[in-house]
């Protein structure tokens, strides 16, 4: 057989994996630079990455509507992936942005975290572009593999170092569902190829046995990423030993990959099924939901605190996940956007507010922040609304299309238990406002010090909580046109 | 042509506004006390030259709407700001105005040095206002207006001294009254609008109307009600069981206040109000038996207990609840000419009494705060002897005492005998009728006891007051003592207009200039009462038999008193000694206060708090609350799941793993 | 100018913005330029009432697309009509006041309570003029924020509480509502309704089980914030604990957006709910009343008491507006304006002695009015129209209302409600005379000031309202009359005639002749 | 036929065994190692089906499995030994500074 190397070539497309050799090479450069380049500052490195960042993001960007497919068809760059890359982007921009000034004042600042970060966030980006199981697989691997060691990043403390462990040991364990899996449906139908996975999973009748327990194994895979009760066990642990940057990245983007990829399969590859799935999301929707938000409710330290949020946040995401309407669906892709925006914000504070050796991160010791520093409370006030669900922000409208979603489909008792959960969940957020504004100050904050990088990201996510509340539009339909390739 | 009739109630107001709001600053009493008095003055100037030109028409015509804007529209409810002259207005205007002015003037010299001088004049005026809105206003509404406007200057007045608790409490008490006879006004207003309009598609509340159309109202009925929640209205008001207690308490406002809002006008505002509306009450047999049951009871109840008070304004204060009962036992017997005949004369009587006891007292006080002395100015039995001290004050009190106790030639006899006739023979209640007058005389026969044991312990006998004093006692000024002897007058005077037939004809023929004045207000509900009874024929021997009864009735109780408390004072002491239970009774208001608190009040205020602490706090609130904290519970127990240990993170995701795959293979 | 209306809704941001560049040390300025915001504010609003035509048409209507975005499309829609304006002036007429009446009030944190307050004002005036169900939703929400503030940071001893109960009550509500208004939403895109405005559901047929769960929905929503017996319970804390700006727009305003909300939503949209669901709002409405003024007849909290007669006033507003005649709909918009005044009034007198004294309990007072005469002829006459007295604007109000509901089928309903009159003169009289009246023996109070100039400029023209209203509704009424009619034309199930009955007072007998009974309007009985 | 259903049998075995391990013990490399183990039994499914149903996307997978694991252990044991330095144990139970 003759190979034609040109043909090859045009076979492979790199284009269609171009945002994610930029980012792999930057990370690859940053390693090699942050060896030879010998300044005990990592701070340029920041904008290093955040440069490759934004080129990656503007590759990706340049790709609307033009829907190219690579390597045979198992990753692609379409709408859908496109808008997931963005988020990445964003979530991983932005958890650079608020590292420097993190990892200085705990001491662990070696300059690997950027190029983890990068890495980890490729990985993310061929979960959103993989179309063939096998490129998902090396996706969540490469993203998870990654998170492993920044949740472990900070050698020397306990609570990191345990963070890891835990992550590490159920995260692998998890993937062994997952690839069990994955195994079944290859054994059901035969390829690895979602398209092909779709074609013949119509063709069946009665879903295969085999077909459906491997499509809930993945699932199992998937939930354990999102953070699906029962499977989210890990989330507060892990959050909270995290270092605060990685954390922040961890409920944004990971999350968020799993979902395209969760999407990508499940919509695509057997909606045939979607019966059988559509029920079974409805339930978990609804455990997460509830569970993310009750615990919350009497949680103290606020990484934790976030973390069963972001538990609930799923589960609000899952709402829409199971009305499997483009309304719903689009939601998600909003909402998961939003969330970076927010959620990260969020840990920016946190990171500006707490003291050396992740002390003062309890929801106490925001006591008076709101009258020591007004401009730092007022953000994390929008942030928080914003996570509540209260307009004007991007987190009412997401949650909005979200339960909108459910009712276009019929659920509408889901979105009424969605919606009580909002307002549950509103007692957690507004404690912290509490301890913002109407306690008295017990500290004067002097430590906390406005970094440029910080004050970007805090700008960044202030304004993408905010615009998106008062002209979402424009996103939303980029949103719908995103989800349009994959229903 | 009356287009200028809105003065009346305007100079009051003006009063009102010029005392109330630039009063402190004027400071001096003449000036203030002259701008009150002038206003009604002015008002009452207008009311005579309205009153000539109303009898200068003819009598179908005396029935004249002056509307001046409009008040109230929504859907076909209705209501203008307009007033209604008719022969029964302009005479309550004449009475208001006339006694207001002179009460007024009384005020000068009698209020003079208390703090606070221009709000009362304020009130006073602001009174005024309401009152002649009351009786001038053209339709429900607005009569409702100065209705509650009038209750609303009697809780000011009675809390006028607002420093002692009592006088905060007595307004409280006299407003909270009222409203619950506003309660019933307003429950009368809804259903006769609704009413009428549901059936005859006629929606108003405007008087002329609801009269043109009284012919489409049913006997009975639904009349029955609507009548039943007026009355309700004018027993509050006009203080008739069960809403009189607030009256004899109200005696806690500044005498001049009592005399004009507690005697001579706002109390009788309930009789105005049923006359106004005869012809709806007289539609209702059944109100009109209520009426006058009510107003006999009335009557006779609070003359009982006017015989054992010892406080002078008290004595009167229960003896106004008994004469209001007068005044409705004649509306209740369909005598309405009889009944407003009453009220102008108790209205001069009355407030006779009340000026000439404030007179008392205020000297009374003078003299026992020279001496340092805190003895209560208005108990009769710190006074006695006093017509020796006060010669005019004593003759005018002594004339209207006369009067009220029913002796032939002054004003009250007319009156009373008149209802007392009437009740006998009116053709309405039947049977009833004995009973109604036997009230009625039991009523006159107390009267006439207690006003002239009123007479006798004030006036008469040794002065009991503290050593030292008497000679500090004196004649009032004349600002005080002139209205006095304009309204003792009056008392003699005032029963002439009405005078029976019985006795005009002896006169030549002299008519009863009021029945015939009034007739044209009550023709319509005396031609129902032609239509559907039928009056029997009494003798005019049997009427004279009456008349003379009610005469000697009230001699006895003169005689009683003037045995018990001129010739042997000692008596007295060995009634209350044998009957001591009565006594008590009688003297503590038969317990009515005590009974209301006990049955109402206090398990108001319970429930009250029942409904706080038990209800609000522990149930709606508990189950608030409630959900919040199990919610709050079960996320304190859920956390505990998450144990920190890896394998059993591992066995949920497991065990999850397991649940699902069953789920679907079982399913 | 065509867009007056959002410039009257965002000027308070452009204040806000300016407030956000004074440094927080110069309180006067911050102050002032609050002060004359909200002063601009209304200023900007006077044209609207002068040009606002008496018809049932929305005016001043701006219309341009906002969100479009899948199924949806959400539209900057926002205009007002007969029943919004008097709302809308409302609003504007207490801002000044609010920010007045904290001058001395505030000296803590200043610049965030002014900026609270101005985002409030935005808040509420944008709820009162969408005519998008979307765009009502998001500043219905907006507004929970800063009172939620203004509440916690600047409130009484329990104020945390009462912010996060106020906060979370709300919201439970707002949130059910916001499913409803999704699912119909989806019912209208069936019907080819193709954006949120708020004038294409009116005409859309929703079959009566639905209807059913929606207005439950909607109502449940405004039943809080009105707030309606048994869901009342967070206002007594909130006022309590709220500073006095807070709870005099509270009760002035916010509270008016439940009544308001079912006047303009759950009723014209849900008609044969409303029908079936009228005895239920009535009797509790009704118990609200009753109840209501048991339970404020025995508080020991001045402010608390007035909080709880808010309950018992707004029992009457739902009680006309549910009689769905021409007389109890008005009723019920005219005692919404009147409740705003007066009961604002009562807690700016509240504020005042509690700047004085630092205490609210009754036990703590007596005797004020020989110290403080100016103070209690105010008190006086604000207490009288609380209570309704005629020549008070509560008089008309209830009275409209009573008559109203009696001619209609809660005929029952209004009798009880009129004893509530009865009730209401207990509880407000025995308070006042027990602050006021009585012996001044307390020594903290015989050295209390009488109302400063400032305060009494603040009272002023409430007072001058509650006799203007009292005496001269006319006017007040002929303007909402219109849409007044057109609610009852939507709301009502069977067919009016309310409008063609009126007969004038001087109407001859012959030419009102006796009418058969199946001509008459049909007041169900 | 029936030689597929033996191997996906075992793997099926192999995989509940490691699941179990997973679930029991507190090790944290012999937890791990049971994790190879399942994804060994993955791989075993991976080839059995790739052999029956004739075609190599199976056995491509098999290979970024294994290249997987790898990465995956080297990172492991770091975090293990990291984990080790300071609390000197890898005992899972010793895991559990952060809880509830």
Not at chain 2, 291 to 300: E, P, R
């Amino acid at each position: 057989m003759e190979i034609n190397v040109a043909q090859l070539f045009q076979t492979i497309n790199l284009a269609t994996i171009m945002p994610e050799i930029i980012l792999s090479v930057v990370g690859m450069a940053l390693l090699l630079v942050n060896v030879f380049v010998p300044s005990k500052s990592k701070g340029y490195l920041a904008w290093l990455s955040l440069a490759g960042l934004v080129a990656a993001g503007y590759t990706a960007a340049c790709g609307w509507g033009q829907n190219v497919d690579g390597f045979s068809g198992s990753v692609v760059l379409d709408n859908f992936a496109i808008f997931f890359k963005l988020i990445f982007v964003i979530a991983a921009g932005l958890a650079v942005l608020i590292s420097d000034q993190y990892m200085e004042r705990e001491g662990c600042n070696q300059g690997e975290l950027y190029p983890m970060v990068l890495f980890t966030t490729v990985g993310m980006m061929l979960m959103a572009s993989g179309t063939d199981m096998m490129t998902i697989f090396l996706g969540l691997e490469l993203m998870s593999i990654s998170l492993y060691v920044l949740a472990g990043f900070n050698r020397a403390n306990v609570k990191s170092n345990e963070s890891g462990l835990k992550y590490f040991l159920l995260g692998a364990f998890s993937t062994g569902f997952l690839l069990y899996g994955m195994a079944l449906v290859y054994g059901a139908t035969g390829y690895t190829r979602i398209a092909k996975i779709a074609a013949v999973a119509s063709q069946m009748g009665q879903p295969d046995i085999l077909l459906l327990i491997g499509a809930l194994l993945i699932l199992t895979g998937f939930a354990f990423k999102i953070a699906i009760v029962p499977f989210h066990m890990w989330t507060p642990d892990v959050y909270e030993g995290a270092p605060t940057p990685v954390t922040a990245l961890m409920s944004a983007g990971p999350k968020a990959a799993a979902f395209a990829a969760f999407l990508r399969m499940f919509l695509v590859a057997f909606p045939s099924m979607k019966a059988d799935w559509s029920d079974l999301l409805w339930i978990l929707a609804v455990l997460t939901m509830t569970v993310g938000n009750i615990t919350a409710l009497r949680q103290d330290n606020i990484k934790r605190m976030l973390a069963y949020s972001s538990i609930a946040h799923a589960g609000y995401a899952l709402v829409g996940f199971a009305a499997a309407n483009t309304t719903g669906t689009s939601g998600i892709l909003f909402y998961m956007l939003s969330y970076a925006f927010m959620n990260i914000g969020a840990f920016a504070i946190v990171v500006l507010v707490a003291k050396q050796g992740e002390t003062n991160g309890n929801v106490q010791d925001f006591a008076g922040l709101g009258h020591k520093r007004p401009a730092l409370a007022a953000i994390m006030t929008l942030f928080l609304f914003s996570l509540a669900g209260i307009p004007p922000t991007a987190g009412f409208i997401g949650k909005f299309y979200l339960f909108s979603g459910a009712v276009e489909a019929g659920y509408i008792w889901l979105a009424v238990i969605g919606v009580l959960n909002s307002a549950a969940s509103a007692y957690y957020y507004l404690r912290v406002m509490v301890y913002m504004y109407m306690k008295p100050a017990e500290e004067e904050f002097g430590w906390v010090s406005l970094t440029a990088p910080v004050s970007l990201a805090l700008l960044v996510s202030f304004l993408g909580t905010l615009i998106p509340g008062v002209v979402p539009s424009y996103l939303l339909q980029l949103a719908q046109a995103a989800v349009k390739v994959i229903s | 042509m009356f287009d200028n009739v809105w003065l009346i109630p305007l100079f009051p107001l003006i009063g009102f506004l010029i005392n109330g709001l630039l009063g402190k600053k004027i400071k001096n009493e003449t000036v203030i006390g002259s701008i009150g008095a002038f206003a009604v003055l002015c008002s009452f100037i207008v009311s005579v030259m309205t009153f000539l030109k109303l009898i200068g028409l003819p009598a179908e015509e005396r029935v004249i709407n002056v509307k001046i804007f409009t008040w109230i529209t929504a859907g076909h409810f209705n209501a203008d700001v307009a007033f209604l002259i008719d022969p029964l207005s302009c005479l309550m205007l004449l009475v208001v105005t006339g006694i207001g002015f002179l009460i007024h003037v009384y005020s000068i010299g009698y209020m003079h040095g208390e703090e606070g001088f221009y709000r009362f004049f304020a009130y006073l005026n602001l009174f005024v206002f309401s009152m002649l809105l009351l009786v001038t206003g053209n339709n429900l509404l607005l009569m409702f207006v100065g209705w509650e406007g009038v209750g609303l200057c009697s809780y000011l007045l009675i809390g006028y001294y607002f420093h002692k608790k009592s006088a905060g409490d007595a307004g409280k008490k006299a407003f909270v009254m009222n409203r619950v006879g506003d309660f019933g006004f307003l429950l009368g207003t809804f259903t006769l609008f609704w009413y009428m309009g549901q059936t005859n598609n006629i929606w108003t509340i405007q008087f002329t109307e609801l009269a043109k159309n009284a012919n489409l109202l049913p006997t009975g009925g639904v009349v029955t009600v609507i009548t039943l929640c007026f009355f309700l209205g004018a027993t509050g008001k006009s203080a008739q069981i069960p809403l009189y207690t607030w009256l004899p308490d109200a005696m806690e406002g500044p005498t001049p206040v009592s005399a004009l809002i507690h005697a001579a006008t706002m109390v009788t505002a309930g009789v105005y109000m049923i006359g106004r509306m005869s012809y709806l009450f007289i539609r209702s047999p059944e109100t009109m038996t209520v009426v006058a049951l009510v107003g006999g009871c009335t009557a006779l109840f609070a003359a009982t207990i006017g015989t054992a008070q010892n406080d002078i304004k008290r004595v009167l204060a229960y003896s106004t609840v008994s004469q209001l009962g007068y005044m409705f036992l004649a509306m209740g017997v369909g005598a309405f000419t009889a009944g407003i005949f009453h009220l102008m004369t108790h209205a001069f009587f009355k407030a006779c009494l009340f000026l000439g006891s404030g007179a008392v007292i205020h000297s009374m006080h003078g003299a026992l705060h020279h001496v340092h002395s805190h003895d209560d100015a208005q108990d009769m039995r710190n006074m006695g002897g006093l017509r020796k001290h006060m010669p005019l004050t004593f003759l005018t009190f002594l004339i209207a005492t006369i009067a009220i106790a029913g002796i032939p030639g002054f004003s009250g006899f007319f009156s009373k005998d008149e209802i007392l006739w009437q009740a006998f023979s009116n053709p309405l209640h039947g049977d009833l009728n004995i009973v109604l007058w036997g009230m009625g005389a039991c009523a006159a026969l107390l009267t006439a006891f207690y006003m002239f044991r009123l007479v006798f312990m004030t006036f008469f006998g040794t002065c009991r007051i503290k050593e030292g004093a008497e000679k500090h006692l004196h004649e009032s000024p004349m600002v005080i003592v002139i209205p006095l002897l304009v309204l003792a007058l009056l008392s003699i005077l005032g029963g002439y207009l009405g005078l029976p037939k019985l006795i005009g004809d002896l006169f030549g023929g002299v008519p009863n200039y009021l029945d015939q004045y009034l007739e044209p207000v009550f023709a319509n509900a005396n031609q129902y009462m032609l239509a559907h009874v039928h009056p029997e024929q009494h003798s005019h021997t049997l009427e004279w038999g009456m008349m003379a009864a009610s005469v000697v009735i009230a001699l006895i109780g003169i005689s009683i008193a003037a045995l018990l408390y001129l010739i042997n004072p000692e008596l007295p002491k060995k009634f209350t000694t044998a009957f001591p239970a009565l006594h008590r009774a009688v003297y503590n208001k038969w317990y009515i206060d005590e009974l209301y608190d006990f049955m109402i009040v206090n398990p108001c205020k319970a429930l009250g708090r029942f409904l706080w602490k038990g209800f609000d706090v522990l149930v709606v609130d508990g189950v608030v609350n409630g959900v919040a904290s199990t919610v709050m519970a079960f996320g304190g127990v859920i956390r505990y799941m998450q144990s920190g240990l890896i394998y059993n993170y591992a066995w949920s995701m497991a065990l999850g793993v397991v649940a699902i795959v069953a789920y679907y293979v079982f399913k | 100018m065509s867009n007056i209306l959002s410039v009257m809704t965002f000027l308070p941001i452009l204040g806000v913005l300016l407030l956000l560049f004074i440094p927080k040390e110069s309180k006067g300025t911050l102050r002032g330029v609050a002060m004359l915001t909200t002063i601009a504010t209304f200023a900007v609003s006077l044209p609207i009432l002068t040009g606002f035509q008496t018809n049932a048409d929305f005016q001043f209507v701006e219309n341009v697309p906002w969100i479009a975005a899948g199924p949806f499309a959400m539209r900057y829609n926002i205009g007002i009509d007969g029943i919004s304006l008097w709302l809308v002036m409302l609003t504007t007429f207490i801002m000044p006041i609010a920010v007045l009446s904290t001058w001395t009030a505030v000296e803590e944190k200043v610049k965030e309570y002014m900026i609270c307050l101005l985002l409030l004002e935005t808040g509420m005036l944008g709820a009162f003029i969408s005519l998008d169900l979307f765009l009502f939703y998001i500043f219905w929400e907006v507004m929970l924020i800063p009172m939620y503030f203004m509440i916690g940071i600047w409130g009484g001893k329990n104020r945390i509480y009462a912010a996060l109960k106020f906060f979370i009550y709300t919201m439970v509500g707002s949130m059910l509502m916001l499913v409803a208004l999704i699912y119909l939403y989806f019912l209208g895109t069936k019907a080819g309704i193709t954006d949120f405005s708020l004038l294409h559901f009116f005409d859309l047929k929703i079959d009566p089980a639905t209807q059913t769960w929606l207005f439950l929905a909607f109502a449940f929503a405004f039943a809080i914030k009105v707030p309606m017996f048994p869901l009342h319970t967070w206002l007594p804390d909130a006022h309590t604990e709220a500073p006095t700006a807070g709870s005099v727009i509270l009760a002035a305003i916010l509270l008016k957006m439940g009544t308001y909300g079912y006047v303009r939503f759950a009723m014209p949209l849900f008609p044969e709910a409303t029908h079936r669901f009228t005895p239920l709002i009535a009797t509790l409405a009704v118990i609200g009343i009753i109840y209501a003024a048991l339970v404020a007849m025995v508080q020991e909290d001045v402010k608390k008491l007035v909080a709880y007669s808010s309950v018992a006033h707004l029992g009457f507003v739902m009680l006309g507006v549910f009689s769905l005649n021409e007389q109890g709909v008005t009723g019920g918009m005219l005692q919404m304006l009147n409740h705003g005044i007066s009961t604002g009034a009562l807690f700016l007198i509240v504020g005042f002695i509690y700047e004085r004294r630092h205490t609210r309990l009754i036990t703590d007072f007596g005797g004020l009015s020989k110290q403080m005469p100016i103070f209690a002829t105010i008190f006086m006459i604000v207490t009288l129209s609380s209570i309704g007295l005629p020549g008070t604007n509560g008089f008309v109000g209830e009275f409209l209302i009573l008559i109203g509901s009696f001619e209609s089928s809660l005929r029952w309903y209004a009798v009880i409600a009129s004893s509530g009159v009865i009730f209401a003169a207990v509880y407000m009289l025995w308070m006042f005379q027990r602050v006021m009246f009585g012996e001044l023996d307390n020594p903290k109070n015989q050295v209390l000031a009488d109302l400063n100039l400032r305060e009494i400029a603040i009272m002023v023209p409430l007072v001058v309202l509650i006799f203007v209203m009292g005496v001269y509704p006319n006017p007040f009424i002929e303007k909402m009359t219109p849409s007044v009619m057109k609610v009852i034309a939507k709301a009502r199930i069977e067919p009016v005639a309310t409008a063609k009955v009126v007969v004038p007072v001087v109407a001859q007998p012959e030419v009102a002749p006796v009418q058969p009974a199946a001509e008459q309007p049909v007041t169900a009985h | 036929m029936d030689n597929l259903t033996n191997y996906l049998l075992v793997s099926a075995v192999l995989f509940s065994i490691g699941t179990i391990g997973v679930l029991t013990r507190k090790n944290a490399i012999v937890m791990f190692m049971c994790i190879e183990l399942m994804l060994n039994a993955v791989n075993l499914t991976f080839v059995a089906l790739s052999r029956h149903l004739g075609n190599l996307d199976g056995q491509i997978f098999v290979f970024f499995i294994m290249t997987v694991a790898a990465a995956e252990a080297a990172v492991g044991l770091a975090l293990f030994i990291a984990f080790f330095n300071n609390r000197e144990s890898i005992d899972v139970d010793d895991a559990n500074l952060m809880k509830w």
